[in-house]
């Protein structure tokens, strides 16, 4: 039987192989219970509720949610939830948004399972985890100020190849303000033009292909 205090898990993966890997992996460590699991948000909320855990694992991508959404949500009712991202994208929007959103650790499905043992210790603990190569690319971009939701606009336009007037029609906006809205992304992008604007932007996880 584990241990009185040991740390209470709960599991929010919709991918079953890996789903039974962890579930595994938190079995053999005598400190650690696994106390329930989910697989997607509206379950995940619940289980949080019923069981209170110590530490959440939690998916980014889950289906018909995004787990920083659940994150969100959880920590609107428990702002003491410790919760842990699993993922395989390290694109920094994504990262940024769920620190920002209070995840105490984020983290690639990559990583080494001894490794994440000691990241569940230390969140557990109250420390906060970003590894080495998540955090290099976050750091890449520390500082820029974020797109406003008119520049994604724009950006998603060009995107899709619509040109600086039509872009004005779509949006209702005359072709100056678009232009003005263009310098103003490619600065905070660094980018040279508009093609290299999107990519950044792809790279980045600001826009989806």
């Known amino acids: 039987m584990p241990a009185s205090g040991s740390i209470r898990i ?17 079995d053999c460590e005598p400190d ?6 989910a ?12 069981h209170r855990p110590d530490v959440t694992l939690m ?7 995004n787990g920083t959404d659940v994150l969100i949500s959880i920590r609107g009712e428990f702002p003491q939830a410790r919760v842990i991202m699993l993922t395989t994208s390290d694109g920094d929007a994504d990262i940024q948004r769920a620190m920002r959103a209070g995840a105490s650790a984020y983290i690639l499905k990559s990583m080494p399972m001894e490794e994440l043992l000691d990241i569940i210790r230390s969140v557990h603990s109250g420390r906060r985890h970003i590894p080495p190569e998540v955090a290099a690319r976050l750091a890449e971009y520390m500082g820029d100020d974020d797109l406003t939701a008119r520049e994604l606009e724009v950006l998603r336009l ?33 980018a040279n033009d508009r093609t290299h604007a999107v990519t950044i932007a792809l790279r980045r996880g600001l826009l989806q292909i």
């Open 10 to 26: 709960l599991c929010v993966e919709d991918h079953p192989v890996f789903r039974e890997g962890l579930r595994a992996m938190i």
């Open 32 to 37: 650690m219970i696994l106390v329930a699991h």
């Open 39 to 50: 697989v997607n948000g509206v379950q995940a909320i619940a289980e949080f509720r019923n």
């Open 59 to 65: 998916d980014l991508r889950l289906p018909g949610a």
């Open 158 to 190: 060009i995107r899709d190849g619509y040109r600086n007037k039509q872009i004005a029609d779509q949006l209702t906006i005359s072709e100056n303000t678009v232009n003005f809205h263009i310098k103003n992304l490619m600065g905070k992008l660094r």
